[in-house]
Structure formats: C-alpha cells, structure tokens
C-alpha cells in the first residue's frame, strides 16, 4: 500500500518551528512496509488543502494529516478532510467528556471554541487523546484510508504510536525492518566502495550509506512478513559488513552514540581521560559529558584558548609557540601530554586549530586543525584540513578527536 504525508500549518512553510513529524512518521510508515512517494506542507488555507487531499486521494492509499485540529479559526483540516471524503461533521459524546476533563484537571477555562474539537467526521474510527483535547480520527471512504493526526509532537507521537501504528498494522500486515550499522574513521565515498558489490546486487534486503559529521552509518532494511523474517535476512549481510569493516565499526545500536561507545570503551577498560581544547571551546567535554555515568572516567576539560593559557594550565613550552605556533603538531603533543598530567588522568585527547572565519595564512589555511592523543605517554597525532563554516570546522574538529581517541584506547589499551 501506498501513503502519503501532508503537514498543516502556516507557521511550518515560515520555519517558525522545525517539522520533526515528518521525519518521525516517514520512518513509521517505512517500519510497517508502507511505500511512501509525496510528502507536502500546506499552510492553513482550506482551497489549497482541499487540492491537495484531492490530488492525494488519485494517488495514495493511505493519506496521513498532522496538524489543524485545533479550536480556532484557522484550524480546517477536519473541516476540509471531511469535505473531501464525503463526511458530514457531528458531535462526539465521549470526545466533548474527555475535553471537558482534560480542561478542568489543569484548571483552565473552557471556551466555545473548544467544543469544535468535539465534532467528528460521521462514521469515522476517534483517536482519544489523553494527551490534548485534540482527538484524531480515521475515515475511510471507496479504498481510500484518511487519518488525522494533532500536529504537537507530545500528542501525535504517542496516539500514532498506541493507535494507528496498530490498525495500519492490519492493513499491512508486511513489515519493513532495519539496523544501522554505525562507523567513524572512513568517510563515505571509502565506505562505499567496499559495499559497492553489496549495493550493486541488492534486492531483499538493501545496504545504504549515510554520511554524518565525522561518520558513516550503514543502514540494511529488509522486508518480510515478519519481524523476525526480516531480521533473518539482515543478519547475514550485518555479519559480512563487521567482517569488511572491523573495528571501524563502533556500534549496530541505533541509540548509541560514538560518544558513548568510547565511554563503553572507558569503563571496560577502567581508564580516565580528560580534554584540552583551544578552538573547539568545550565542544568535546560537552560531548564526552552527555555520556550516562562518564563522571567515573572523564577527570576535567580545559579550554585553553589564549597561547598563555595553553603555557600556564597545560605546561606548553614558550619556545615551542614561539617556532611552531599555536595550531601545529608540536603544540598540540605538548597540550595532550600537559593536560593528561595536570588532570592525573590516562588519557587526554587535545584541540588546536584555526576556525575562522579569520586567522587563516596560505601555510596555516582556515580549517587546519591539529589533534594529539596523549595515552599513558604514547601519543598519537592527526592532521586534519576541513571546509566550511566555523561552526562546521569545530563540529568535525570534535567528531574526528572523539575518533583519534576511541582510536588510541583500541590500539595503545
């Protein structure tokens, strides 16, 4: 079967919020083998609305709305889906009782408009919402299936989740399953081609690259009748990918991040570790620091920015700053060993580069950055070259230190 999205709402087509719906759903809609080729936005407009539930009706199966069930004025989708779909519009007894409790219990004042919340396309399936006073609906009409969803995400996910993901379950009793296969040390285009046989031959099930900042994820989906069927076939090809990629490969988790495989890394192998930053400013601590339970292992971030911080907090020589200059592999070794010893920590992973969007020489270029791991007095250092925007540099800056040192742990512990 084939679905469609289409989001409401003006302030969407302005960008005043970001549309995380769409992307929750599309994903949704992938799980349960739904095959999705037209995704809108619409703003509050009932003629434009109208034409394209209309267009949508020739085209898809399923046609799924979220937003514009709200009680003011410019909140016509029902409106208008009941239009398109033949319904006439009355009062659902069950949804009136249950915003009239979900008012009361926060103590606010009901208002006429509220009570358009309760009117329902006849014959429809209600979606009662215990988190709103929005209830969503399905309608059904000459093969056509048509649900509204309220567009706050706290609202739609759970009653998508609880409700619709069931009944469109039913329908499609196919499922789509996937696991992400996550890398840090290669880049996309490397990554490609040493699956280029496995996309090139693909059928059932399909491997596809995604470049992230400072990753690459793998991501193989099957379909099958089940989702045990389908991960029966995605496991021979996850099982090939390790054997090609080996400890490239840092987690198959989706919930995991590179940040907190090396905390895995860290408390396997009973080991601390700080941070010593110039142009990153904290970016790396802070990644470091969204780890669950890292207070156990990460000792102290310094953010030396000025060349007199990096001699007085990190023991970076004078003469060193003076012949090499900030961003250099000198400078960067002398920070890591200086701030593993300041902290008393195994291992510190330092930063030193030049951001922009000023700064940069024809030697020294804007985007060259210098990265050293210092792990109980071995040190490895990288050199890296980035293009951009200073906010990308220190993103990649961050993403290729957070890899230098699952990197060191792997090879020096």
Not at 5 to 31: K, P
Not at 307 to 326: D, M, P, W
Not at 356 to 385: A, F
């Amino acid at each position: 079967m084939t679905v469609e999205l289409i989001c409401v709402g003006t302030e969407l087509l302005l960008g005043n919020i970001v549309n995380t719906n769409a992307a929750f759903l599309s994903e949704q809609c992938a799980m349960l083998g739904l095959s999705m080729y037209y995704q809108s936005v619409v703003g509050d407009n009932p003629g434009r609305l109208r034409g394209l539930l209309e267009a949508a009706k020739e085209r898809s199966d399923i046609i799924i709305l979220s937003g514009g069930l709200g009680p003011t004025q410019d909140d016509l989708t029902k409106e208008t889906a009941a239009l398109v779909m033949g319904k006439m519009l009355v009062e659902d007894s069950r949804a009136r009782e249950e915003i009239e409790r979900f008012m009361s219990k926060r103590g606010r004042e009901i208002t006429e408009n509220n009570w358009k919340q309760a009117m329902v396309p006849k014959g429809c399936k209600v979606l009662y919402n215990p988190n709103g006073t929005a209830p969503g609906m399905i309608m059904e009409e000459g093969g056509t299936y048509m649900i509204l969803l309220p567009g706050p995400p706290n609202e739609l996910v759970p009653m998508f989740q609880e409700q619709v993901y069931p009944y469109l379950h039913s329908l499609q009793p196919e499922v789509i399953c996937s696991k992400m296969v996550k890398l840090c040390g290669i880049g996309e285009s490397s990554a490609e081609t040493q699956i280029l046989d496995l996309i090139e031959s693909q059928q059932n099930p399909t491997v596809a690259p995604y470049a992230k900042t400072g990753e690459v994820h793998l991501r193989i989906t099957a379909k099958a009748e089940s989702e045990a069927a389908a991960y029966a076939l995605i496991e021979p090809v996850e099982e090939e990918l390790h054997k090609r990629f080996g400890s490239l490969i840092y987690t198959d988790d989706p919930k995991v991040t590179l940040e907190m495989a090396i905390g895995e890394l860290l408390a396997k192998r009973q080991l601390t570790v700080t941070t010593a930053e110039s142009c990153t400013g904290g970016l790396l601590a802070g990644r470091l620091v969204n780890v669950p339970g890292i207070s156990e292992h990460f000792k102290e971030g310094h953010i030396t920015y000025s060349n007199e911080a990096k001699e007085r907090i990190l023991g970076v020589s004078h003469s060193t700053l003076e012949q090499y200059g900030a961003v250099s592999p000198q400078t960067a070794e002398e920070m890591a060993k200086g701030g593993a010893k300041a902290a008393g920590a195994d291992i510190c992973v330092a930063v030193t580069g030049i951001a922009g969007p000023d700064g940069g020489t024809e030697d020294k270029p804007v985007g060259l950055v210098y990265i050293s791991c210092c792990c109980m007095g071995k040190v490895l250092t990288q050199k890296n070259l980035y293009t951009g925007g200073r906010g990308k540099i220190r993103e990649y800056s961050v993403a290729s230190a957070l890899t230098l040192l699952r990197q060191a742990i792997l090879e020096l512990f």
